[in-house]
């Protein structure tokens, strides 16, 4: 009787880690708009929490972000992980000289984080003056996107996928997703370069 009741928590046990990694596609594609995808979204740019009082908490609309523009943008976990942290944004930070090169206006860093831990965190990395951040405090960005992770099984809650995007305009012309938030494979700052 224990080993019937071992095999079937162990069955559960599996079954429970394959749902948390098991992938599912983004509905946003090369050609969305993201502007019209996420209709009413703004982002909270990283910033302290004294800006956001004398900002009066203010929020920038997408078609600031991106109407008119050439940006890449990537999404990520959150602030403070490992991944995030050691290889995600150094990808980014390490190329800006390139991007600009190629004519890109913009890089973007948006993770489901409030815009003051993403601010201390980019000051942390020496990100802020190479790379935009991006709070999307309540995940409304990444749900209109379907880009969302439930990953509670690391006590974050629902997060980003990790992800990569070149915008032309507001519309998708690259879009790199990567399998599971732990891999690197797809949507670092160099594999997207060559993608421009």
């Given at each position: 009787m224990?080993?019937?009741i071992m095999r079937r928590t162990s069955s559960a046990v599996v079954g429970a880690l394959s749902a948390v990694t098991a992938r599912t596609y983004a509905s946003v594609a090369v050609g969305t708009d993201l502007v019209s995808a996420a209709p009413d979204v703004s982002l909270q740019k990283a910033r302290s929490w004294d800006e956001g009082v004398s900002s009066k908490f203010s929020t920038t609309p997408l078609e600031d972000i991106f109407?008119?523009?050439k940006v890449v943008i990537f999404g990520?976990?959150?602030?403070?992980?490992g991944v995030c942290s050691q290889q995600h944004v150094p990808s980014y930070k390490d190329n800006i000289d390139k991007f600009k090169a190629k004519g890109i206006e913009s890089v973007i860093c948006v993770a489901v984080n409030d815009p003051y831990v993403l601010n201390g965190w980019a000051e942390k990395?020496?990100?802020?003056d190479a790379i935009e951040f991006y709070g999307d405090f309540d995940g409304k960005f990444h749900k209109c996107l379907d880009l969302t992770k439930d990953l509670s099984g690391a006590l974050l809650g629902l997060r980003s996928e990790r992800w990569s995007a070149y915008v032309e305009d507001g519309k998708v012309k690259v879009l790199n997703v990567e399998e599971a938030p732990s891999d690197f494979k797809v949507s670092g700052g160099e594999v997207i370069l060559g993608q421009i």
């Open positions: 224990a080993s019937a109407k008119g523009r990520l976990p959150g602030a403070y992980t990395l020496q990100a802020k």
